[in-house]
């Protein structure tokens, strides 16, 4: 007999072996008619797979949180067995489910171009409606290999090749379509559906690896419904308009350039809202308490050794050796034997440092000391994406050292300063994660059950709920993560919070409490932004490039309707600069309707027109950006009014 323990708790008896299909026709032929796969013991399985033994099982539909995953699966599939049908020949190699959507990569000497993405759908959609059936074989790892060898797919037969010699060589068929796979899947091609599309084109290297082939790579998204897929297509859609970088360009805020891989070209605009940010920035940091201080960018290997940097982090790191170059014609630039030093990846080693000049006390605690630090990271080329990943960046980085008894207090007061401020900057959906130590770690476990509950201690206490990330905090202590929501649903990391009790020790970092003694103090990294770089790409996608009018680099444009009114606009402009407004003219004689598009087009948020009428009355007609109505106000009201709009959030406060 075989116990069946259900989500209800229920008990169903079988008398032997019996497959998720049995299981769920047994419980209603409704469910049996919606089922696509089956959940044994928390373990995602094939619906026809057995199952042997006393066990719990759930029913997964189609609205189970499981379900897009094997669809996504099942697509990836379908993918391929539409490539091969139509263009034979083609080898698959690898074609997994990824977030959103799937991929496979194909080995064909023909490119694929995105007219053939159309035909790939169509067969994709015809062999959905043939509702070929899905089986699986265990084979002999040398058949197997042969199999593929034979049939010509060479990638497959090295995928087999390289399995742990213990490992079961599954291969999955839809109707006669075979490839080699884990699983699971659904019971036929049926059962995907068609709410699925083709998306974009891309080359890959076979197995991420520059020195071998170069495969095309097919992407798609799928969806359990019509309807989340045309939310999911709208949303991309409003992704690819808000594109940072697209944006960037066109409000002329900075550029990249391949000399300078992962740095940023700040133009005059674009730096000027990096400066309205740190100033604003730096006033809440001045309110709360902190210090600011600036450290070295390059430091000895040694001093990344002490910290722990050097070998947990060093392949992120730029190194340098300590030598000067040779300027000889012929010969090696450098030597190789001088002492190596580092780029700094983060500022926290520095901090330590002047932490230790002279005595603490317990009663100096906490020190909170801020840095505006610029950092350099060595990311790979291919991870780099316009502001959001980046080699050389700059945080708003601070760290508090504190005693153990003041951890609790700490962190509320930075939860608090955290919701305050992405509150003024438009974003206040925010989830809160606890990132737990990770495989590679500092510290013993001890110290890491102290620091991870005292941050779920902190958070609680501050009555916010939040999960786990297991796993994902930094080598040296657990973390807070901060996922914003952004205006179309994307959801984004920012900002930093973590508790460190090894960087203090590694670095011999002290303090005298009460009784003489010397003991360690807490070491808590937090940043609010984060980087400048990304944080900025965040805003400008989160904004549509429509910045709020105190962060626009220009806030309002004077042009006119005719030549008559030039001089009276120049005059208009002045009176705004004198306000404390960033204000651009525009007399060109172009036709006003031309020049409001154009200025609408470059996200300028306030156009102020002026024509004959506006120059008698000593007036302006405003016009909002996004906004088709104009207001007409006196020169000085319209000032006045744009001047106390255009204050930053904590100085309207104030």
Known sequence: MVAITLPDGSVRQF???????????????????????????????????????????????RDHEDALDIIRHDAAHLLAQAVQELYPGTQVTIGPNIEDGFFYDFARDEPFSSDDLADIEKRMMQIVDQDRPTRKEIWDRDAAIKHFEEIGEKYKAEIIADLPGDEDVKIYYHGDWHDLCRGPHLPSTRHIGKAFKLTKLAGAYWRGDHRNAMLQRIYGTAWANEKDLKAYLHRIEEAEKRDHRKLGREMDLFHFQAEAQGSVFWHPKGYLVWRQLEAYIRRQLDEDGYVEVKTPQLLDSVFWEQSGHWAKFRENMFVVPDEIPSTEEEGPVLTGKADLMALKPMNCPAHVQIFKQGIKSYRDMPIRMAEFGCCHRNEA??????????????????????????????????????????????????????????????????????????????????????????????????????????????????????????????????????????????????????????????????????LPLWLSPVQVVVTTITSAADDYAREAAEALRAAGLRVDLDVRSE????????????????????????????????????????????????????????????????
């Open 381 to 546: 080329h291919g991870a780099l994406h316009g502001l959001m990943r980046v080699r050389q960046m700059t945080q708003d980085d601070a760290h508090i050292f504190c005693r153990e008894d003041q951890i609790k207090e700490e962190t509320s007061r930075f939860l608090d300063l955290f919701s305050r401020v992405y509150k003024d900057m438009g974003m206040t959906e925010i989830a809160y994660k606890l990132a737990t130590r990770p495989e590679a770690r500092a510290g013993d476990d001890a110290t890491w059950d102290r620091a991870e509950k005292a941050l779920a201690d902190a958070l609680t206490s501050a009555g916010l709920e939040f999960d786990y990330a297991e796993g994902e905090g930094a080598f040296y202590g657990p973390k807070l993560e901060f996922h914003l929501t952004d205006a179309i649903g994307r959801t984004w990391q920012a900002g930093t919070y973590q508790l460190d009790y090894v960087l203090p020790e590694r670095l011999d970092a002290t303090y005298v409490d009460e009784s003489g003694a010397r003991q360690r103090p807490v070491m808590l990294h937090r940043a609010v932004f984060g980087t400048f770089e990304r944080f900025i790409g965040l805003l400008i996608e989160h904004y549509a490039g429509r």
């Open 15 to 61: 008398d032997g072996p019996v497959t998720g299909t049995l299981i769920a026709e047994n419980i209603s032929k409704s469910l049996a008619k919606k089922a696509l796969a089956v959940k044994v013991d928390g373990e995602v399985c094939d619906l026809f797979g057995e199952i042997g033994h006393d066990a719990k099982v759930e029913i997964i539909t």
């Open 591 to 654: 036709k006003i309707n031309y020049k409001v598009r154009e200025h609408s087009h470059a996200k300028i948020p306030v156009i102020a027109v002026v024509g004959a009428k506006e120059a008698e009355e000593k007036a302006v007609s405003l016009r909002r950006l996004g906004s088709k109505d104009q207001e007409t106000m006196s020169l000085s009201a319209a000032a006045e009014t744009l001047a106390h709009e255009a204050l930053a959030p904590d100085l309207k406060r104030a």
